[in-house]
């Protein structure tokens, strides 16, 4: 029941997200909204920590991204919070560049969690405030599906319904964050959290992240079970889902919304399956 409530609460009560903070539209961009809920994932940091040097840059990144956040609120606008942001940016790279150098010399071994949690933020930095309270239901969700994922005995449900609730979750948060498989749906506003001018490079980049990075939290989740036939599943299931949208973009080929819908449609379904098909790759190669 934790699964569809969640995703019932995070539709229902959270709205806003890759909007400029500054617009006082949203109560997920509110102050006490946005700054309880970092400090409850700062808390949950603390409950699971691999390595003490990444979970402490990690809360320190949830403290600075608060900064950026509230600032963003304020009237004045020579307080526009982008620094904090530029130093939540390179807390992440230093810390993916530290989980590399431990993976590659195998000191730490919960270092696929620590890479994990600094994809979450990065997710965050680039999609605002109302991220703060999605991630806190994404992760009640993501617990409850783990349980089932690895539960035994009479709590135990076949692989493929397994991975088709990963699946629907995943996808949701999707959608339930204001995106949709359509080019009027991207948030364009992410390629300026950190900066009032457009550059391609990090502008895309943030753009892509923000768009897809729900999908590669996803993946990383899935994976991490270490539950062969679910993450097989899932792939499967991505794969089913690009057929069919290849096929239903082949019969509406003539039709008048084709570049508005069909055709958007299965450029996404196609970079959806480019992600799983990395994801399996990687999988193989470890």
């Known amino acids: 029941l934790l699964v569809p409530l969640a995703a019932r609460l995070n539709e229902l009560l959270v709205s806003g997200h890759g909007l400029d903070p500054a617009i006082p539209l949203h109560a997920a ?6 700054l309880l809920s970092l400090i409850a994932l700062l808390l949950l940091r ?6 003490i040097i990444h979970c402490k840059t990690d809360q320190l990144s949830f403290i600075v991204l608060a900064k950026s956040w509230w600032e963003k609120r304020l ?5 526009n919070g982008y620094m904090e942001s530029r130093v939540v940016i390179v807390l992440l790279l230093l810390g993916f560049v530290a989980s590399a ?6 000191r730490n071994p919960g270092g696929g969690f620590d890479v994990l949690v600094k994809v979450g933020i990065a997710v965050m930095v680039v999609t605002g405030p109302s991220t703060a309270a999605t991630m806190i239901l994404f992760v009640v969700q993501c617990w ?3 349980f089932l994922t690895n539960a035994k005995g009479s709590f135990e449900i076949a692989p493929s319904l397994t991975a088709f609730l990963w699946r629907q979750s995943i996808r ?13 749906k991207l948030q364009y506003s992410s390629a300026f959290i950190a900066t009032m001018e457009f550059m391609f490079a990090s502008g895309g980049l943030s753009l892509f992240l923000n768009t897809f990075g729900w999908e590669i939290l996803g993946l990383m989740l899935v994976w991490r079970t270490n539950n062969k036939q679910v993450w ?16 239903s973009v082949t019969v509406m080929r003539r039709h008048l919304m084709v570049w508005a819908i069909f055709a958007p449609r299965f450029l996404f379904a196609g970079i959806f ?5 990395v994801g399996q790759g990687i999988d193989v190669s470890v």
């Not at 603390?46 to 390595?51: C, I, N, P």
């Not at 009237?75 to 307080?79: E, F, N």
């Not at 150098?101 to 195998?106: F, N, Y």
């Not at 399956?273 to 098909?277: K, R």
């Open 29 to 34: 961009h509110h102050s006490a909204v946005f």
């Open 46 to 51: 603390t409950r699971k920590a691999a390595s």
């Open 75 to 79: 009237p004045d606008t020579s307080r």
């Open 101 to 106: 150098a431990e993976s590659l010399c195998r």
């Open 144 to 146: 409850a599906l783990n």
């Open 172 to 184: 949701h948060v999707f959608f339930a964050t204001n995106h949709g498989c359509a080019f009027n």
């Open 232 to 247: 097989q599943w899932y792939c499967f299931l991505q794969l089913l889902e690009t057929a069919w949208s290849c096929i």
């Open 273 to 277: 399956l480019i992600l799983n098909v």
